[in-house]
């Protein structure tokens, strides 16, 4: 009989609380396992057409590999996912400086994000969930306000879906940009070259040379114009400025979409293995990291050197430097306000 929560010691942070890995079975071949540090997501198992499980997220060997400097795989990342334009931004006329950890920008909250923080887990009742519980101290990272977090992972009993609620309250005007940053290879190893991707969206933000959006752009005419399913490796090396500033992809997506409940956001889809993830968001952005920057330095959980490619990332999310860029969609978190996100994503087979 199939346990729909079991747990396991993972080991101990430095100042010597207990990590504990806890892996969630809806009893359909969607299993996945997630620890305290950073609400990492250490692995996400779906099944094939033949029903084949595999795990379709990278991820590293053992606690002490993702205590080590990683480039953030499966974490929450916040306070403020992407980056921020030196680091620097200005709230109600007073100006705040944050930590840089991008070259001359600040990325996902800065040196000692969410994802290297300890998030408090705990089974939800009745339901097939975890919760995860985080305060961020006023200050921390140079951010204003103390942020009371809830994150919810949840899987359904009768479908392949992992649901992600966050929720979210701050003591002060601050600002808050929250996803999450797995990367997916449906094929379970090997490069994602082959997968085909679908995102419905006529804008993204082309970059500088920080990777700072430089406003929006149209896709039509470039490889950026995915509305139509098309294979990754397509057009990844095409001598577009863009993808060389980038080497590859890492863009952010404006969604074409109206309301704010739940739409589309993303189709990722394997032939060979026949597994397909669609991403549905309340958020209005998605940013689609190919892995440029896997060089093979690190050994994943299977024993195998992470090479650029080896996974991509489709972080739902307001939009980079935001604060910075009064076009853009406000990210700005008030006392009394209550943040809320919801991501979905449907595994199922094409």
């Not at 993972?10 to 892996?23: K, L, N, S």
């Not at 919760?131 to 009768?158: F, I, K, M």
């Not at 500033?245 to 032939?271: E, I, K, Q």
Request: glycine share 12%; proline share 6%; with cysteine.
């Amino acid at each position: 009989m199939i346990e729909p929560l079991t747990s396991r010691p993972f080991g101990a942070m430095p100042d010597g609380r207990p990590v504990t890995e806890y892996t969630l079975d809806n009893g359909h071949g969607l299993r996945l396992s997630a620890i305290n540090l950073g609400g990492i997501v250490t692995a996400l198992h779906v099944p094939d057409r033949q029903g084949r499980s595999a795990n379709v997220v990278l991820g590293l060997p053992s606690l002490d590999d993702y205590l080590k400097p990683h480039p953030h795989f499966g974490t929450i990342v916040g306070r403020y996912a992407n980056r921020i334009a030196a680091g620097r931004f200005t709230l109600d006329g007073t100006a705040h400086q944050l930590g840089l950890n991008d070259g001359v920008n600040t990325l996902h909250g800065g040196a000692t994000g969410f994802g290297k923080r300890y998030w408090e887990i705990v089974p939800v009742p009745h339901e097939l969930a975890l919760e995860l519980r985080y305060t961020s101290a006023d200050g921390e990272e140079g951010y204003p306000g103390e942020v009371q977090l809830t994150v919810r992972y949840t899987l359904s009993a009768t479908a392949n879906t992992w649901r992600i609620d966050y929720r979210a309250i701050t003591d002060r005007p601050t600002v808050l940009n929250l996803s999450h940053h797995d990367y997916f290879n449906l094929a379970g190893s090997g490069s994602v070259m082959d997968h085909v991707l679908t995102l419905p969206a006529s804008r993204y933000c082309p970059v500088d040379a920080t990777l700072i959006p430089l406003g929006l752009g149209e896709v039509a005419g470039t490889p950026f114009d995915f509305r139509t399913p098309t294979r990754i490796g397509e057009r990844i090396r095409e001598g577009h400025e863009q993808l060389l500033r980038a080497h590859g992809y890492d863009h952010n997506w404006v969604l074409d979409r109206s309301g704010t409940g739940l739409a589309f956001a993303a189709r990722l889809a394997h032939d060979a293995s026949g597994r397909v993830m669609d991403v549905h968001t309340t958020e209005p952005g998605v940013q689609f990291y190919s892995g440029n920057f896997l060089d093979g330095n690190l050994l994943g959980s299977a024993g195998a050197s992470l090479r650029q490619g080896d996974g991509l990332c489709l972080e739902t999310q307001h939009f980079p430097d935001a604060p910075n860029q009064p076009a853009f969609a406000s990210t700005v978190l008030r006392p009394g306000e209550v943040f809320t996100s919801t991501t979905e994503h449907r595994f199922g087979i094409g």
